[in-house]
Every structure is written in C-alpha cells, then in structure tokens.
C-alpha cells in the first residue's frame, strides 16, 4: 500500500528518501549488448530488485515506504509519521539489508539518506527530498 496515496490531490509528505544509483551500470549494459546478454542483465537486475525490495517489507503490503526505479537510479521514500526518529532507525536498518542484497547479486549501489518532502505514485518521484 502506498502511503503516499490519499483521497484528493497528490500532495508531498516530509519523508526519509534514499536516492541511489548501481555503480557501473553504464559498462554491465554496454558490456549486456555487445556480447548479446542484454536480457540476462535484465533478468539478473530485475530479480535482485524484487528480493532487495522485501528486505524493506517486513510486514509487506502495511509497510510505509514506496520504491520507484529507472534503469540505474532508485528512489525510496519512507513518510515520516511521528517524529523522525524511530523512522531514521528502521529506514537506515531496512536500508542496510537492501544494500546488501543488492551485493548478493552483484550490484553495488551508492547514494544518500535524507529528509526532505516528496511525492512518490506510479506516475510521478516529485520534491526537494
């Protein structure tokens, strides 16, 4: 469920946003397609976002965190419901388990954690965050 959905127009919500891309993507799709395994890349991108995305779901669909990516760029928001801490605590544990999934699969990633207000639905990643 997206905690950024709610009755009426799309408004932004001060959240925790990580904003981070996979290290050497560029060359693994030049590589891809040159040797003709540009689905394998894919397949293998593809797999490690889905099990890195269910280290952030605990309780699965009740989670108040949204992910949205595009090709090597990655954007987690987690709205901040009470006073930041507790959700600063859980997102940087929940974070770190993504961090190292994405490892498992061969992917490292780099970027930042910080607290800004975004809006984050199927269409649009909006804010300063």
Known sequence: ???YLENGPPTTKLSLVAFVDILGFQQ???D???VGEQEDLLQRLHSALMEARQTLAIHNELDPFEMRTFTDNIVIGWPIIYDGE????DAFIRFAAFQVEMIRHGFFIRGALT???IYVDDIAVFGDG
């Open 1 to 3: 469920m997206n905690p």
């Open 28 to 30: 693994m799709t030049l």
């Open 32 to 34: 891809s397609i040159a």
């Open 86 to 89: 507790a959700e600063s605590g």
């Open 115 to 117: 607290v800004g207000r």
